[in-house]
């Protein structure tokens, strides 16, 4: 899946929303596991809400950020920390930064980074560029850890940027967040770890162990299989729930 990215032909965006099979509502119906998923997917699409319903151009950088042009966010700021800083300043909005990072331009990121940008400012939900990079960009991703976003932290769910690149499947997001001391077993405000989502997504894909990358990963970064939910479901309970094959039950 794409994720949060938004695409800029002719400065519109274009997130690929993501859109969960139908598998997910029939088998996961009613689980944690699931709101987790559907609640990462609600906080992309409400994202892009707000970009292109006016916080998008409230200001030439916010514009500049939103087409990618680094050409023109210099042009914009002169290279001026303060005049940047002063958009970054408020937690809570949409700034240049995360608009940025929904549109997957790591160029722009970096260069406000370079301008002393906090990668760390929560935006709507307390999500930071990282989490919404999780989601859809290595690159940016790789771009923000490198500008001392925080691995471990959390929105109003307690979702972690390990969370949201587990909702969207992004192996090499995960791998690189993990390498970077993401905590494998954390868990959300519904008791959900990543393991139980990737456990979910590999059962309702019929994967055997062998083949289910993103458990075998998660797992060799020490994610706890016993982890319960809030309705006290482990990931094994999650995957026998989806169907999901014997092999990757029993190894949970």
Known sequence: GEGMRAGTGEGDAAVVEGELPQA???????????????NAMRLASYLLKLLTGGYGTVSALHIACWE????????????????????????GDLTP????????????????????????????????????????????????????????????????????????QQLPTM???????????????????????AAAYAALEGLRIHEANSVLLLLSFKADPWAHDRHGRTPADIAQMAGGDLSLVEFL
């Open 175 to 197: 791998d690189l967040l993990l390498r970077n001391g993401a905590d494998a077993a954390s868990a959300n405000a519904f008791g959900v770890a990543p393991l139980h989502i």
């Open 97 to 168: 930064l995360h608009i940025a990072a929904m549109c997957g331009h790591a160029n722009v990121v970096e260069y406000l980074l370079q301008l002393d940008v906090d990668s760390n400012i929560p935006s709507v939900h307390g999500m930071r560029a990282l989490h919404i990079s999780a989601s859809s960009s290595f690159e940016l991703s790789e771009a923000l850890v490198l500008g001392k976003a925080d691995v471990a932290s959390t929105t109003a769910d307690n979702d972690t940027p390990l969370h949201i690149a587990s909702c969207y």
């Open 24 to 38: 997910w509502t029939e088998k996961l119906f009613g689980t944690m596991i699931l709101h987790t998923v559907q």
């Open 68 to 91: 990618g042009s680094t050409d023109a966010v210099s042009a914009v700021t002169s290279g001026k920390r303060d005049f940047v800083r002063n958009w970054h300043e408020r937690a």
